[in-house]
């Protein structure tokens, strides 16, 4: 990718970002409920209609939608996404500081994941209608249709209520309470991307390029690891790219049942609470994560197949 694409990929991300801070905007702007007498009712006031008149003076509530949207972007611009209604800090100081819960939630469960479902694809695929394929497919299957939350809770109950190895309670972000939630998250995605790895080395076994090797002589083990493998990761990076992006959006489910400090959870209390900066500032968030991640893994597709490079 030249730096032609680059920058008109950016500009790209930038016209969706535009488009989307908009339309959360609006959708904030005409939701029921008046975030005034909500942050003043939680303070533990009286929503007076002076005292709201002014409160809503303070947070630029009174003027025109068109303003308060101008006003917004102009303070994301400068790295300013106001303050928070519930918890009386700046929206970024929340997002930072629920970032990193989270982020240390994502990469865990990820790797996890694909220390379990790599070895299964590939074992399911070599022993295709085999009894370890089978065996494989099965669990997957019971791994797919079984919730996360589920999951989440039988886990809980085992270690956390019968065998008090960590606190039911949860809000720490220690490595003994990182353990279960990572682990639900990598049971639910194992159960995918095992199948998604069998599919993709399956397809590169069929291809005219393997039939060639072993007629050559090579042996299975090398026709795997050196071609049938760096062919099968394409499309897994473009599905970890999107696990990666909706792992580091906050798994709410989740990290409400654990009580985790992350995104997730951050999300569902401002959503709870109408607070409508903290619900702009993560969709806002969100959306640049998606985007950015999805650049850096077109930017990826160079290295691991290089004639991709002149079709993206």
């Not at 930038?14 to 003043?40: C, K, N, Q, R, W």
């Not at 220390?115 to 074992?123: A, H, Q, R, Y």
């Not at 099968?232 to 599905?239: G, N, Q, R, Y």
């Not at 990290?255 to 806002?284: F, T």
Request: glycine fraction near 8%.
């Amino acid at each position: 990718m030249n730096k032609k694409q680059i920058g008109r990929r950016l500009l790209q991300i930038l016209i969706v970002l535009i488009g989307i801070s908009f339309f959360t905007f609006g959708l904030t702007y005409l939701s029921p409920g008046d975030p005034a007498e909500i942050m003043l009712t939680e303070c533990g006031n009286i929503p007076t209609p002076k005292l709201l008149e002014q409160t809503r003076a303070e947070l630029g509530l009174d003027k025109p939608f068109l303003t308060q949207y101008g006003n917004w972007v102009e303070g994301v611009l400068t790295g300013n996404m106001g303050k928070s209604y519930s918890m009386k800090v700046p929206v970024v100081q929340k997002l930072t500081a629920c970032f990193w819960p989270t982020l240390k939630l994502t990469l865990v469960s990820l790797l996890i994941m694909i220390v379990i479902s790599v070895p299964l694809g590939i074992l399911s695929a070599v022993y295709q209608n085999k009894w370890p394929d089978y065996l494989i497919r099965g669990i997957t299957f019971i791994g797919i249709s079984v919730p996360s939350f589920w999951i989440g809770l039988i886990l809980l109950s085992i270690f956390g209520v019968t065998l008090r190895w960590v606190s039911v309670s949860g809000g720490s972000t220690d490595f003994k309470a990182l353990i279960l939630p990572a682990i639900t998250l990598a049971i639910a995605m194992s159960a995918k991307y095992t199948r998604q790895v069998r599919i993709a080395v399956l397809n590169e076994l069929r291809q005219d390029y393997v039939i060639g090797a072993r007629m050559r002589g090579i042996k299975e083990r090398a026709i795997l690891w050196s071609h049938v493998m760096p062919n099968a990761m394409i499309p897994l990076v473009t599905l970890l790219g999107l696990s990666l992006g909706s792992l580091l959006g906050g798994t709410a489910v989740v990290e409400i049942i654990y009580n985790w400090p992350g995104m997730g959870s951050m999300a569902v209390k401002a959503i709870s609470c109408r607070d409508y900066p903290l619900v702009q500032g993560y969709v806002l968030w969100i959306s640049l994560l998606y985007m950015g991640i999805n650049l850096l893994i077109d930017l990826s597709y160079n290295s691991l197949d290089p004639r991709l490079k002149e079709e993206l």
